[in-house]
């Protein structure tokens, strides 16, 4: 069974920076496409970045340059690197796995930007 946690969200000021942590088990991560997804309020989720199985990694222009996602197989957990944030970053963020075209969520981390 895939399970995923994701933490490290909270409260930051515009501009700051924060790092998102998404912990697997049940699925090596470096097996599957890993994606971060969020979800504004009154929004609808909307897709941060992947990682696929080979380390390549794409981004939406919307947090191209700001955003980073990176993998430590080790750990079997992959990463979401925000800087520069902003207050319209503020959304509840979430780890996506996808596999064998079944899709996997975790229960979501809040963060909040203040201007």
């Known amino acids: 069974q895939v399970q995923l946690v994701e933490s490290g969200g909270g409260l930051v000021q515009a501009g700051g920076s924060l790092r998102l942590s998404c912990s697997a088990s049940?699925?090596?991560?470096?097996?599957?496409?890993m994606g971060w997804y969020r979800q504004r309020p009154g929004k609808q989720r909307e897709v941060v970045g992947f990682?696929?199985?080979?380390?390549?990694?794409t981004y939406p222009d919307s947090v191209k340059g700001r955003f980073t996602i990176s993998r430590d197989n080790a750990e079997n957990a992959v990463f979401l690197q925000m800087n520069t944030l902003k207050p319209e970053d503020t959304a509840v963020y979430f780890c996506?796995?996808?596999?064998?075209?079944?899709?996997?969520w975790g229960q979501g981390t809040q963060v909040t930007v203040s201007s």
């Open positions: 996506n796995l996808r596999s064998d075209g079944i899709a996997y």
């Open positions: 990682i696929f199985i080979n380390g390549g990694t």
């Open positions: 049940g699925r090596e991560v470096r097996t599957a496409v």
